[in-house]
């Protein structure tokens, strides 16, 4: 059955205690992983989009990599302005499929 | 800095009132998203257009639910009668085509009573 899973659902850190978030996903024929930062209160901002196995993407302190199962957003030196839901999508049935997100909470 | 609007961004109402959101899209986007958000389903599509025309509403509650792009600035979705289990945060979203990154509103905040 096709899903995309995200684990851990919540996390906790240290500023500057670097972590990774993971996003598995069962689908036949990947066409895009998508990953979204959400505020308490707002809608998901776009942070990366990832198509084939290997690609790489960096932004600031986020670093997102995608293998054929899954997918992991590393987080490295985190300030306490990271602390976000982390989400994750691809394309089930044609449609984006989010996972349940991980809460993300750096502690000064 | 081009974003998606909506309005309103929270709305109380009472059991069987109608409640209709707004979306405005990023200009030049011509799909156009509508998603429910809640604390025990997460993110749920609930209808998507393309240039204007409505692809999949299969996401949402027919008897009820309905969306619309009356034109290529303006997207609704109506919800008539509302119910209590309503309750949640609506969010429209704007591309360049299905399978481009998506752009979320700010979201409506629904509470209804």
């Known amino acids: 059955e096709d899903q995309v899973t995200q684990s851990p659902e919540a996390l906790r850190l240290q500023e500057g205690e670097s972590s990774s978030l993971n996003c598995s996903y069962t689908?036949?024929?990947?066409?895009?992983l998508f990953w979204y930062r959400q505020d308490p209160g707002k809608g998901p901002e776009f942070l990366f989009t990832?198509?084939?196995a290997g690609e790489e993407k960096e932004k600031e302190r986020l670093k997102a990599t995608l293998t054929k199962k899954e997918s992991f957003l590393h987080i490295t030196a985190p300030k306490p302005e990271d602390s976000a839901t982390y989400l994750c999508?691809?394309?089930?049935?044609?449609?984006?499929?989010f996972g349940t997100g991980t809460r993300l909470t750096i502690i000064p | 800095d081009a974003r998606v609007t909506q309005t309103p961004r929270h709305k109380v109402t009472e059991m069987g009132q109608e409640v209709t959101m707004r979306c405005q899209p990023i200009?030049?986007?011509?799909?156009v998203f509508w998603y429910r958000q809640t604390m025990m389903q997460g993110l749920e599509l609930l209808a998507y257009?393309?240039?204007?025309?409505?692809?999949?509403d299969s996401g949402m509650p027919k008897d009820r639910f309905s969306a619309e792009m009356p034109d290529a600035t303006l997207a609704t979705l109506k919800i008539q009668p509302s119910e209590p289990r309503d309750s949640a945060v609506y969010f429209c979203?704007?591309?360049?085509?299905?399978?481009?990154?998506?752009?979320f509103g700010p979201g409506t905040r629904l509470l209804v009573l």
């Open positions: 990832l198509y084939s």
């Open positions: 257009f393309r240039n204007r025309a409505p692809l999949d």
């Open positions: 200009l030049g986007h011509n799909t």
């Open positions: 689908v036949s024929g990947l066409r895009g």
């Open positions: 979203a704007s591309g360049r085509d299905r399978e481009e990154t998506q752009y």
């Open positions: 999508a691809v394309f089930l049935n044609e449609k984006l499929t």
